[in-house]
């Protein structure tokens, strides 16, 4: 059992390291709990990090570590338990260095994802990982979480675009691991451990990331077509035409569509009628490929999978494509889910997974079901909201019978409850019930080895 | 301590899972030395491994897990210590799936890499890893080494292809873990952590492997280039003119033309002269990119860069310039390396690298150097020969001198002494050289926690 960050082990820690907690510490992004602490320590450097690990270890303190704060599965706040030592990466801020002829750049855990992309494009590069919420999160919760975003389909997760990290483990040793090698098969690969281990293996405190070359033309449009299956069918075509040039490719359905006009009317629309089924698609091409020619013969190669649609004919259209699929969470949030799913399936599945849920869901109530995200990726988001004239709250009685429904089908099926998210404090349950047997105890043994007081935010992950 | 896998131990084993250790079951690729074992387990199932680590466990004894045995660091070979099983995956050899529409090829460990290319070639796609010992090299060991190969630079390590593994673990239970998922934050990620621990933490029966569209053109070229230096700039220069498109860019000394020459002299050669630099770079593009063109116009935007050099016509011609890069290090293997390093480094170091190894080594004795490999990468083989008129034998009292000698300046400048061929048992104290305290004390913390009793290939990467 773990001990209260208490005033005498407070006073254990160096004052300069610290401060008092403020209600932005403890907040839940979408207001649904609160968390809680004794403290908030802001390292500067690995080894303040270290020390505060060590005097944790020692009181058998719990560590809960913050970045953006912007994790929706609250892997970020403990909101019961002795309290905790919050610890903020809040300066730890720095971007180390710029790699520009090799394509790295080496940032610390809490420079801001938005900021990340600014230094890239100030070398001509882009840094692929782009979420809606960029420009709070930092790179120490995103490489904790492995976080997604709209772009894996073509750049591949957060622990794809990195190179190396630079971590304190429980025992407050530093692992100076900010490599730049594209290679380097010396030992077990303790990066990919770290990243998306959420804090309980470890703290992140910098890595190098990958950079790529900035596309030379983009493009995007919006199409509509029959259903998820169609789309899938969609999205083969393209790929075979434009092998590596697809950065996105998004699944929107009607509902959403419906959300923004209710929510957001001021979020432009393309279609008088929306849709049952459209999808984003989104190019990033070399020289010598013109993105509207490419994408009015790929319309044109789909025949009657496409049965209408838009291109972009500029940038800003472009732009405003984006803008309304980025809009769609923020709708959602307006209407209020009873409660929000984050998938994966292998996406040949994705057409029956979609048709059994929902007639699984109906025999429960009447519900509206907005199903929609990264179906390049095989990862959708599948959300089930109240009917007009019903609330959150009427459904409140139900919350639970409709994630078990929603997971065991995807369980069922071979997928992820959690594709994207992370496990956090929230989907512990989740865990225990989906993984097997042999994982849970796999990852328990390794947790027992590499923090064998359990301070390193206990809770989250395993329990 | 270990016990030898006697004849009370074998009777404990159902007897049509056994046969005898033949000599090739025991031979170092190189001919360099013989491994031991007292028989050769031959299981058909995960559930007939596990079977048989559960009677490893029980008798401690030791298993060294076997695939292709092209290993060349030793990881499939134990010269000493009690006799251990052999555990050969030669009968673990099915294609289980090829999921065409989702581009993913789930395949056992027995499987050879050159199987997996015709399975997914027949459904019009490709599985990357490429590398000399395809005809051989088996599913097993690739991911077990997390094999490199000639087109990282495009598609990444082996890691980076697969999506799923299903594996036994010391205990004798199994992880199913053969996904199709592009992404999945559902705890630590094993996958990750067995792929590349050579068959220390578990023992993996089957992967789901990623496929790749097959580009609509290829091409190729042999350029002369002034040195490393030049090099990076023509790579950086096609990286941005080509991104995405650059399958292979490998960087050849005119020590291995002279090499081949010598020991191969049917191999053809295009250059009357060798240069003393020339890059090999390969394209695969997608259709309205020809490949004749891309590469001329490559040439003339180099401008001074390139010196010289000949693009392939042909399918045939791209085949010739392909079959002199990869005969390379059999003509090495005929003159007989002093020493070979497998080495990584940020990209931007190699010139700096190589002259400051050419000039330590040159205090040493008189070598000749072939520095040749995937520069894309940022991995070169950095291999030290006699000079004419010495023998290897020679030089046997200054072998561990030079290789300390290459492998300190590596260290120094950041790189990784083991790029794609890992620890094994042949650099089992490089590892423990190089390698930061706080990186082994984890790694054995993580050892001892998946294998309390030491069975799993004892001795390869930790001891």
């Not at 979609?354 to 990264?374: Q, V």
């Not at 065991?408 to 865990?431: N, P």
């Amino acid at each position: 059992m773990l001990n209260s960050a208490d005033a005498a082990f407070l006073d254990s820690l160096p004052p300069h390291l610290l401060r008092p907690v403020a209600p932005a510490d403890v907040e839940e992004p979408r207001g649904r709990w609160t968390g809680q602490g004794a403290a908030v320590a802001m390292p500067r450097t690995p080894e303040d990090v270290a020390q505060i690990l060590r005097a944790c270890a020692s009181a058998r303190v719990g560590v809960v570590p913050r970045a953006g704060g912007t994790g929706l599965v609250g892997g970020q706040l403990m909101p019961e338990g002795p309290a905790p030592l919050l610890l903020s990466m809040e300066r730890m801020a720095r971007i180390r260095a710029v790699h520009a002829d090799e394509a790295v750049i080496e940032a610390e855990a809490g420079v801001i994802l938005s900021d990340v992309h600014a230094a890239a494009e100030a070398v001509g590069r882009i840094f692929p990982l782009t979420l809606a919420s960029q420009g709070s999160a930092r790179i120490g919760g995103l490489l904790g979480t492995n976080a997604g975003g709209v772009n894996v389909l073509r750049y591949g997760n957060t622990r794809d675009l990195v190179l190396g990290v630079e971590a304190v483990l429980a025992d407050g040793s530093i692992l100076h691991g900010l490599k730049r090698l594209r290679k380097d098969n010396t030992g077990y690969d303790l990066r990919h451990l770290l990243i998306g281990s959420e804090g309980t293996l470890g703290i992140i405190t910098a890595a190098s990331l990958r950079l790529f070359p900035r596309p030379a033309t983009e493009g995007a449009a919006l199409l509509a077509v029959e259903g998820p299956e169609a789309a899938l069918s969609l999205l083969a075509l393209a790929e075979a035409r434009l092998p590596g040039m697809i950065s996105a490719f998004e699944l929107i359905h009607r509902q959403g569509l419906d959300f923004l006009r209710e929510t957001l009317p001021q979020v432009r629309q393309p279609f008088d009628v929306p849709p049952e089924w459209s999808v984003l698609i989104d190019l990033g091409l070399p020289h010598g490929i013109d993105p509207q020619e490419a994408l009015v013969d790929l319309v044109e190669a789909a025949g009657a999978l496409v049965q209408d649609g838009v291109i972009a004919q500029s940038g800003n259209q472009r732009a405003e494509l984006w803008a309304l699929r980025e809009s769609i969470p923020l709708a959602n949030r307006r209407i209020g889910a009873v409660s929000s799913h984050d998938i994966a399936l292998p996406p040949s599945l994705f057409p029956a997974f979609i048709a059994e849920a929902n007639a699984a869901l109906a025999r429960i109530d009447r519900f509206r079901i907005n199903c929609f995200g990264h179906l390049g990726d095989g990862n959708l988001h599948y959300n089930v909201f109240p009917c007009p004239g019903s609330s959150r709250a009427d459904h409140d009685h139900q919350r639970e019978a409709v994630k078990t429904c929603v997971h065991d089908i995807v369980h069922r099926m071979g997928g992820s409850v959690s594709a994207e998210h992370g496990i956090g404090r929230l989907k512990v349950k989740d865990l225990e019930r989906y993984a097997e047997p042999a994982k849970l105890a796999a990852m328990r043994a390794i947790k027992t080895a590499l923090d064998p007081s359990g301070i390193l935010n206990p809770g989250a992950v395993l329990r």
